[in-house]
């Protein structure tokens, strides 16, 4: 009888537990987030890869991966600056689990990344991908847009949990987490499958 009662107990302050680490997480990537145009620049290149793609006239569409190349390179820069920040948080605080769902943190449990390499890692993979030679304007918007929405999964992993991170993914671009981390760029897919495996 005594379980049965602390059963909704244990499960209660496990919720709490959660919710509070969560809280925490999201106000401080909130915190180094707030002093960029991160998101705002990943939006303005998704719709401007949209319409570039969508684009019948060819010198129109020239013009408008022209206007998108600089909010590129706007980005790459505050990607890596937002990187840089980030490696001052204090590292208990970085911990990323790597069960697709939230545990408590323990010892015995203590599969886990570091959500500053992460960052580190998405900004290699952003400015890579950013100051490709040679590629088509298409191929290079693939591969742009795939390296931002992977930092965007790595975040609400952080935040959240790698499972809740998917199905936002999922939900929010119809992309699953197995494709996207395929269509990444090669060097970043090793890196980024070597740090969180």
């Known amino acids: 009888m005594d379980f049965l009662l602390l059963l909704p107990l244990a499960l209660i302050a496990l919720w709490i537990a959660r919710a509070r680490q969560q809280q925490r997480r999201i106000a401080i990537l909130a915190r180094y987030l707030a002093g960029h145009d991160i998101e705002k620049n990943i939006e303005t290149l998704s719709q401007g890869y949209s319409r570039a793609l969508g684009e019948s006239d060819p010198a129109r569409s020239d013009q408008v991966w022209g206007v998108l190349h600089g909010t590129e390179e706007v980005l790459c820069r ?11 948080v204090e590292p208990t605080a970085t911990r990323v689990s790597k069960f697709p769902i939230w545990l408590p943190r323990s010892p015995a449990f203590d599969r886990s990344f570091d959500m500053r390499e992460a960052l580190r890692m998405h900004a290699r993979g952003i400015c890579r991908a950013v100051e490709a030679q040679g590629a088509s304007p298409k191929d290079r918007a693939f591969a742009i847009l795939a390296e931002m929405l992977l930092m965007q999964h790595t975040c609400h992993w952080y935040c959240r949990s790698k499972s809740v991170a998917s199905a936002r993914m999922l939900a929010s671009h119809r992309t699953s987490y197995e494709q996207l981390v395929g269509a990444v760029l090669p060097q970043t897919r090793q890196e980024y499958l070597g740090l969180v495996a």
């Open 78 to 88: 505050q990607v890596r600056k937002l990187a840089d920040d980030f490696a001052r």
